[in-house]
């Protein structure tokens, strides 16, 4: 991503992350590394969130018992052997949420949702939730993580967006991890999704040599080992390949 970053002429100081650096794979250390030094803004997620105050679970909001819970277990433990203390201090300074302006739209950026950092907020999601929050928000648009699935809604006269994840596919059956560009335009706003190609082969040889066989899995075939989390639609969407069309907005 870094390097799609330079290659598209985006400096670290345009970039947000919306959280959850070390989750799910191999390399939680070193990604973590990667992000500090490359200097770009990022939201506290849950993660960061449980690794600062070294809490015994990821606090993603899993039911327990459920497979992703269970699942759950592996990883963050392996990430939290893996975390030193002064990245643990920095995930502990993290903020909640960042707000930023383009033309007349104020942006806020969270992890889950504007009041609770590990709700998940899907494309499903019933519109009269998300109205709530963004009402909470104090802003136009709401650009939020935690979910996994890349999109965007127009609610209103207010947006949803999310981003999608860089690290893990978005369970559509593809390598691929997903970003998000926001452009101003002449008339408003113009926000596009793209896929980030890379050769999963790597992350998925480091994540089975972990002991994370499920997730190494998903990497290369881009299914998620458990839908646990997902709503009904989403979940018959598993294997489709996304297409996401860009939103353009102006109020």
């Not at 950026?109 to 907020?121: A, E």
């Not at 009904?232 to 907005?249: K, S, T, Y």
Request: proline share 4%; aromatic share 8%; hydrophobic share 40%.
């Amino acid at each position: 991503m870094r390097s799609k970053a330079a290659e598209l002429g985006i400096c670290a100081g345009h970039i947000i992350c919306t959280g959850d650096l070390a989750a799910y794979c191999a390399e939680p250390r070193q990604t973590v590394e990667l992000i500090r030094d490359w200097g770009i803004h990022v939201v506290m997620g849950n993660c960061e969130q449980s690794l600062a105050l070294e809490k015994p679970d990821c606090g993603c909001g899993f039911d327990e018992g459920s497979a992703c819970s269970v699942l759950s277990i592996g990883w963050y433990q392996y990430a939290n052997q893996a975390i030193d203390l002064d990245s643990r201090r920095w995930m502990g300074d993290l903020p909640r949420s960042i707000t930023f302006q383009i033309k007349d739209y104020r942006f806020r950026v969270v992890h889950g949702s504007v009041t609770s950092i590990n709700q998940f907020v899907f494309p499903s999601t019933p519109t009269d939730i998300k109205s709530r929050q963004i009402k909470r928000a104090d802003a136009e648009v709401v650009i939020g993580g935690h979910s996994g699935i890349p999109f965007g809604q127009l609610i209103e006269d207010k947006i949803w967006l999310n981003a999608g994840v860089i690290g893990l596919p978005a369970n559509d059956g593809t390598s691929d991890g997903w970003y998000m560009l926001l452009e101003p335009v002449d008339d408003g706003c113009l926000a596009s999704w793209h896929r980030l190609q890379y050769d999963a082969r790597i992350s998925h040889g480091s994540t089975l040599a972990a002991g994370m066989s499920e997730y190494a899995q998903a990497l290369t075939d881009g299914l998620w080992p458990s839908m646990d989390i997902l709503p009904v639609d989403e979940r018959a969407n598993q294997g489709r390949r996304l297409d996401i069309a860009p939103l353009h907005f102006g109020f």
